[in-house]
């Protein structure tokens, strides 16, 4: 069977507080506060100073160092985004093709697949993918690190898995790492 329909806001379930199920796309400077369960994204031209972002899926493409965001879901970066990651709660982060990302401040996040460029300190207690197109130059610490012939990777590495649940044995790329050595 099929299901049909639009989302519509809902009430988080734990805190009751209302969700807001609507894509906002920026285009100007914006300082205001935006929480959705829906997309954000930033045009080039638009930028986030002083803003408060609290989205499942975003779409930078523009400068955010003066917004304090958290991203649920994933966070594309494309061409001209600039963030702060001292001010950024990230979950999945990827760089699209033709990219140059510079990162003010060290990016935390879980999972991180590269294929533009990006500059700066990063941390990944996931997986870190490099692809073919893409480049990194900075301070990077990951949990586990994947750079496919062709890649660029420059800067000072740290590769230590960080603690993680038996069921997270596993990079978003859908390459499975490891089992129990005992099994």
């Keep these: 069977f099929v299901?049909?329909?639009a989302l519509k806001d809902t009430i988080c379930p734990k805190c009751r507080v209302t969700l807001e199920?609507?894509?906002v796309t920026i285009e100007t400077a914006w300082t205001g506060t935006v929480r959705t369960i829906g997309v954000v994204e930033v045009k080039p031209g638009g930028s986030l100073k002083q803003a408060s972002i609290v989205t499942r899926n975003m779409i930078l493409?523009?400068?955010a160092t003066g917004a304090h965001m958290t991203v649920t879901g994933l966070l594309e970066?494309?061409?001209g985004a600039r963030l702060d990651g001292s001010t950024a709660m990230l979950q999945?982060?990827?760089v699209q093709p033709g990219a140059e990302v510079a990162v003010i401040e060290e990016l935390v996040c879980r999972n991180l697949d590269v294929h533009g460029r990006i500059t700066g300190p990063v941390r990944v207690s996931g997986c870190m993918t490099i692809r073919e197109d893409g480049c990194y130059s900075g301070t990077l610490r990951a949990g586990r690190l994947i750079v496919e012939p062709g890649a660029g990777l420059l800067g000072s590495i740290t590769a230590v898995?960080?603690?993680?649940?038996?069921?997270q044995r596993h990079c978003k790329t859908g390459t499975e790492h490891g089992k129990n050595a005992g099994g």
């Design 61 to 63: 493409n523009a400068d």
């Design 161 to 167: 898995p960080e603690p993680e649940s038996p069921g």
């Design 77 to 79: 970066l494309g061409p």
């Design 21 to 23: 199920a609507r894509q």
């Design 92 to 94: 999945d982060v990827r």
């Design 3 to 5: 299901i049909q329909g």
